[in-house]
């Protein structure tokens, strides 16, 4: 078997919620073995985002005031968002909006490696649904950046790939009732 | 191989959902988000495994083109079968829909016309039985 296909999700965590009234921010954390500087270019250039993120970019993201398209991976329909980069202080925080969300990123030196902290204001409807596909496209960051990539994992990939599970875990852990998705005809037992 | 799905463009999700199910009285049937993407159907509740509306955000400007001119040539974006067309006319209009026509007859059919406040003419359509 392949590492891919070994490759199952450990339990939910290192996830919150901030609540601001209805707007809701998923902040996610991950320690990585690997230098900030290292993890800085697996966040912003797109031939290692290509690896392990939920979108494509047609350029660098690593440069405050750039304009960058997005495109969504595994989504129905093509989607393509313009992105601005509103912060990028190399290799420390990286901002810019995702269509009409936000991300941050902070990086910290951390053990020799770096705690990575992910700020993303998704609707609160689906905001496990997001912790859900992060947690997988940490795990495919990890082992990506460990030399060991496994190749990414978004959309209807990580549907079969322990997404389901961690969604439920990460709505259980926010308190908040699970997305009815994929309808549970259309579910595996 | 079987039509499950079609889609309407709409200017806004929230603005179409409440539209498509507190005015016309569908129901929600999916709603998934990826990223910034977000799939949402609607479905009636007299057939609530039967054919899904998708409420398509419309951020493409060849479609928006495309809808403006059908709309102002008043042809609809989409069209609703039903068995009782005069009461279905009075319960939408009661919920505050504005109908461009209402109950007509035409050939083999009554149809009436409604603006879905999203960009889009709606028609509905009671065959004629003889």
Known sequence: ?189 | MKIKVMSVYVDNHEKALRFYTEVLGFAKKTDFSQGPYRWLTVASPEDPDGTELQLALNENPAAKAYQQAIFQQGQPAAMFFTDDLQADYERIKARGAEFTMPPTDVTASKIAMLNDTCGNLIQVTQLMRW
């Open chain 1, 1 to 189: 078997m392949t590492d891919r296909e070994q490759y199952t999700p450990g339990p939910a965590s290192g996830a919150q919620i901030r609540k601001d009234g209805e707007r809701w921010t998923l902040i996610l954390v991950r320690e990585l073995r690997h230098s900030p500087e290292k993890v800085w270019r697996a966040l912003t250039e797109p031939a290692h985002l290509r690896e392990w993120a939920p979108f494509e970019a047609d350029s660098s993201l690593g440069t405050v005031g750039t304009t960058v398209k997005l495109t969504t991976v595994g989504a129905p329909t093509p989607h393509v968002s313009e992105t601005r980069v509103t912060r990028a202080d190399a290799p420390d925080v990286l901002e810019y909006n995702w269509g009409d969300q936000d991300i941050r990123w902070e990086l910290e030196a951390f053990g020799g490696g770096t705690r990575l902290t992910l700020w993303h204001n998704i609707d609160r409807r689906f905001i496990s649904m997001g912790a859900a596909g992060w947690h997988i496209c940490f795990d495919v960051l990890d082992r990506l950046l460990s030399g060991t990539p496994i190749g990414r994992i978004v959309g209807g990939e990580a549907m079969k790939c322990g997404w389901r599970r961690l969604n439920a875990e990460y709505a259980k852990q926010f308190g908040i009732a699970t997305p009815n998705w994929p309808p549970q005809a259309a579910q595996e037992s």
